[in-house]
């Protein structure tokens, strides 16, 4: 997922500069024109690189297209074989009611026809030139000259800041920092996903390992040795090592390159030591789980059919994190993150965000977590005692739930 995030990054310029040819069907008689002089001055002014002059987007070239024929459908299946045939990219048609849609609602519409029209940035460019035209004919129209208010089409964008903030330091009022997505949103994401994926190095491993140690008669071995409850702490601290390490190299290197482009006021840097810990219990509780679950595993099907069970703690908040980083202060966020399972994850990304989370509830969903990964360790133990050297047996679900209560 980091590596499409920086593919997207490294070619979101590279697009096709091929010029593309499109169709205008005007009924109106009054917008294509102005479609079409946007687009030249776009052609000229827009599409290269102000520094080196490369061609940097795709030309427009529009074409007027006469209407011949009475025949609505037969006209707009004719344009349509030429842009199948490669000659038009295109075709745009504009109803006759267009300017004051108040008298005629179903003629006032403005269709785009292409083959793949949802993805199209023409069709996002073209609702500019078309609704100033708009605009400029409907001034006209009620008698207004557009010279006497030159500013009538200028927009104004919304911008979002921090609050107001009192700098202890230097005694000094700082005023609201401005609002990044990169912040709000890309942020948050990023350190969610890396503790997805070191649970996701390491847990699925521990159910493969442990039913292949059984099926082969290791475990056989090494319970000549050990207990079984030492036997699973031995996978669970192995896990726990991995993810810890690669984690260090993921935080290090990625604070180095954070420091190096100079980004470190988006960076919520006291986290850190919460995704750790948040980290290590929920290595802990899944591993406990996915240990004694492959502890009831006698053949390769039966991991297959465990892995999902094993990993929906981690896999429900992959599901509603957007809900969850869009208002992290809100009561579906907070309860989401409040349960124990969900809790690493989710508390994680909040905390992650701008908007301060309460104290109280990082601290009361840490305790959760724990006595949940003390819970999971105790049935997991006596499910591995059990069912370790068991063979033949499936693992069914009241089987599972057996050996996990009553030993």
């Known amino acids: 997922m980091g590596g499409s995030l920086i593919a997207f990054l490294l070619l979101k310029d590279r697009v096709d500069t091929t010029d593309k040819r499109i169709g205008i069907l005007d009924w109106s008689g009054a917008v294509a024109e102005s479609v079409i002089s946007s687009a030249e001055y776009r052609n000229t002014n827009e599409i290269f690189h102000e520094e080196t002059g490369r061609k940097i987007k795709p030309a427009y070239h529009f074409e007027l297209i006469e209407s011949d024929s009475t025949d609505i459908l037969a006209l707009r299946l004719r344009i349509s074989d030429r842009v199948r045939s490669g000659e038009l990219h295109a075709f745009l048609e504009i109803g006759e009611g267009i300017v004051h849609p108040a008298d005629n609602q179903d003629a006032a519409y403005v269709h785009y026809y292409t083959e793949n029209a949802a993805l199209d940035d023409i069709r996002r460019w073209i609702q500019w030139p078309i609704n100033n035209q708009l605009r400029r004919l409907r001034l006209a129209d009620a008698g207004i000259n557009e010279t006497d208010v030159s500013d009538l089409f200028h927009w104004i964008s919304v911008e979002g800041l921090g609050l107001v903030s009192y700098d202890q330091n230097t005694g000094d009022i700082q005023d ?44 056989e071995v090494l319970l000549g040795s050990i207990k079984p409850f030492q036997f699973m702490l031995g996978k669970l601290i192995g896990g726990v090592g991995v993810s810890l390490t690669s984690s260090a190299v993921y935080l290090i290197g990625g604070t180095i390159v954070i420091k190096i482009l100079g980004y470190e006021e988006y ?31 006698s053949e390769p099907k039966d991991t297959q059919s465990l892995t999902i069970p094993a990993l929906l703690p981690i896999m429900i908040p992959m599901f509603v994190y957007f809900p969850v980083v869009r208002e992290p202060g809100g009561s579906f966020a907070t309860i989401m993150s409040l349960i124990p399972p969900f809790t690493p994850l989710l508390m994680l990304l909040r905390m992650a965000t701008p908007e301060p989370v309460p104290s109280w509830q990082p601290l009361i969903g840490l305790m959760g977590v724990a006595l949940i990964t003390v819970f999971f360790v105790w049935a997991g133990g006596r499910l591995f005692r059990v069912a370790i050297l068991m063979q033949g047996t499936p693992p069914k679900l009241s089987n599972i739930i057996q050996w996990a209560f009553k030993g």
């Open 176 to 219: 609201g920092r401005r609002a990044s997505e990169v912040e709000a949103i890309l942020i948050p994401i990023v350190f969610m996903m890396l503790m997805f994926l070191m649970v996701m190095m390491s847990v699925p491993g521990m159910l493969q390992s442990v039913m292949e140690e059984k099926t082969q008669r290791i475990a």
């Open 267 to 297: 960076v919520p840097f006291h986290v850190i030591p919460w995704f750790l810990t948040f980290m290590l219990f929920a290595i802990i509780m899944l591993g406990s789980i996915a240990s004694a679950l492959g502890a009831t595993c």
